[in-house]
C-alpha cells in the first residue's frame, strides 16, 4: 500500500463496503430509475464536504466546498436525463478531489475521510460502468 494512504486501512476498507453498497443501492429504491438515485448519491456525497467545511470554520473554505458541491449537483442532474456515463464521471471526480483534500488537509479535521470516500467514489463509479458496458438500463 503507498505511503499516501499507509495509515488508512480501515477507511479503505469500509469505503469498499460502501462502494458495493452505494453501486447496489437502486435496488433498495426500485421504483425510481437508477440513474436518478445515483444522481442523489452523488449530491449526498458532495454535499458531506459542506459539514465538514462549516466545522473548519473559515469562511473561504465554506464558499469554496458550497461552490464545489454546486458543481456536482449540476453534473448528477444532468446525468439523470442525459448521459448516465456522466455519473461515472461524476464519481471518478470527487474521487479525484478526494485525494486531494487528503494531501492538502484543505478542510480541516477530515483525515480519514478522503481515503474512505474514495474507495467509494471509485469502486462505485467502476462497478456502475461495468454495469452501463454490459447493457444494463439505468433508466427504467
Known amino acids: 500500500m503507498s505511503r499516501l494512504f499507509a495509515n488508512e486501512r480501515v477507511p479503505l476498507a469500509w469505503g469498499l463496503v460502501w462502494g458495493v453498497i452505494q453501486a447496489t443501492a437502486p435496488l433498495g429504491f426500485w421504483w425510481l430509475d437508477a440513474a436518478t438515485v445515483y444522481a442523489l448519491s452523488v449530491v449526498l456525497i458532495a454535499s458531506v464536504?459542506?459539514?465538514?467545511?462549516?466545522?473548519?470554520?473559515?469562511?473561504?473554505?465554506i464558499a469554496v466546498e458550497i461552490t464545489v458541491a454546486g458543481a456536482f449537483?449540476?453534473?448528477?442532474?444532468?446525468?439523470?436525463?442525459?448521459?448516465?456515463?456522466?455519473?461515472?464521471v461524476a464519481l471518478i471526480?470527487?474521487?479525484?478531489?478526494?485525494?486531494?483534500?487528503?494531501?492538502?488537509?484543505?478542510?480541516?479535521n477530515t483525515r480519514w475521510w478522503p481515503p474512505f470516500c474514495l474507495a467509494v467514489d471509485w469502486l462505485a463509479a467502476t462497478i456502475i460502468a461495468i454495469a452501463i458496458v454490459a447493457g444494463v438500463s439505468l433508466h427504467q
Open 49 to 61: 464536504y459542506i459539514g465538514f467545511a462549516v466545522a473548519d470554520g473559515r469562511p473561504a473554505v
Open 73 to 88: 449537483v449540476v453534473l448528477a442532474a444532468v446525468g439523470i436525463t442525459g448521459s448516465v456515463w456522466l455519473l461515472v
Open 93 to 108: 471526480a470527487h474521487g479525484f478531489k478526494d485525494l486531494w483534500q487528503h494531501r492538502t488537509h484543505y478542510v480541516a
